[in-house]
């Protein structure tokens, strides 16, 4: 379970690190689309979420 949500975890950084990128490279308007705003937030929650699980699966 600990090795799952560690890879998890890292996937969803790989998307906001892609979308920080994309903001690099296609200008600041992109940051201006909802559904672009909302999966880049949603992300960053669940990878929160998911360094929280491992932390607490890591103590056990």
Do not use: D
């Not at 998307?15 to 490279?25: E, K, T, Y």
């Amino acid at each position: 379970m600990k090795t799952y949500v560690a890879v998890t975890g890292l996937l969803f950084v790989l998307l906001v690190v892609a979308h920080v990128l994309r903001i690099f490279s296609e200008g600041i308007h992109v940051a201006g689309n909802p559904w672009f705003l909302f999966t880049t937030v949603l992300s960053v929650g669940l990878c929160g979420w998911s360094w929280r699980m491992w932390r607490q699966l890591s103590r056990k």
